[in-house]
């Protein structure tokens, strides 16, 4: 079985989200992935992050971790924060559901990450921050 894993921190701060997707997108190209599958990727852990920072921090100093796992095919993607939590997640997946409409915010975060990944998992704790974990397995082209 081949793995490969990496993790970044970094300050909560908006201009690091392209990096993260970035670097998660340059990791991942070891699986030849297609444009597609690289372009979804690098939506869902924009969002993620973008959460992070936005809901999570409140725009405030805090870390963001990035952690993604190869196991052959498989990808695991967990991003960290140790902001505010949230209270409802079932109400935070919601389509169209944000906390910040003042910001103009889509809402469509969480449903983006589950359109585009296989599964998605999101645990959270009130003042202690939260966890969003996605999978996807890369189909294997010829």
């Not at 297609?34 to 939506?43: G, S, V």
Request: aromatic share 8%; glycine share 6%.
């Amino acid at each position: 079985m081949y793995t490969n894993e990496m993790k970044i921190e970094f300050d909560s701060k908006s201009e690091n989200e392209g990096f993260a997707r970035t670097t998660v997108a340059v990791f991942l190209t070891q699986l030849d992935p297609t444009l597609e599958e690289l372009a979804d990727i690098k939506t869902v852990v924009s969002e993620a992050v973008t959460n992070s920072i936005i809901h999570g921090y409140e725009n405030k100093e805090g870390k963001v971790v990035v952690e993604v796992r190869i196991e052959d095919r498989d990808i695991t993607i967990k991003i960290t924060d140790y902001g505010v939590g949230i209270e409802d997640i079932s109400k935070a997946r919601e389509p169209l559901y944000t906390s910040k409409p003042e910001l103009e915010r889509s809402g469509m975060g969480f449903a983006f990450m589950e359109a585009f990944m296989d599964e998605l998992d999101v645990q959270s704790s009130v003042g202690a921050g939260t966890v969003v974990t996605m999978k996807k397995h890369m189909e294997q082209r010829k």
